[in-house]
């Protein structure tokens, strides 16, 4: 999956260019360590949607390559 966001990376410019990847809370920071781990240093900013420091504004979305979250994080942002 790492390779294939690599690969599939949009341009700078593009407006939209955010990957969210969601997995069980076990595993968010195993996810952000491999995709740092595989890539090349500031492939992708990342960040961890989680807590009281969730993302909020499609501005502050649009700051992030890759949000990692965990799915019971995503169903209570979705209902709100």
């Known amino acids: 999956m790492i390779a294939t966001m690599v690969i599939n990376r ?7 260019r ?4 969601i997995v ?3 595993l968010v920071g195993q996810w952000k ?3 740092e781990n595989m890539t090349v240093r500031d492939t992708f900013s990342i960040f961890i ?5 969730k993302l909020r ?3 502050q979305v649009a700051k992030y ?6 799915a019971v994080t995503n169903h209570t ?4």
């Open 65 to 70: 390559d890759v949000r990692k979250t965990r």
């Open 10 to 16: 949009p341009p700078k410019d593009q407006k939209r």
């Open 77 to 80: 942002d979705i209902r709100l």
């Open 57 to 59: 504004t499609v501005k």
């Open 24 to 26: 069980p809370a076990s």
């Open 18 to 21: 955010s990957t969210l990847i």
């Open 49 to 53: 949607h989680h807590g009281n420091t």
């Open 33 to 35: 360590l491999e995709i």
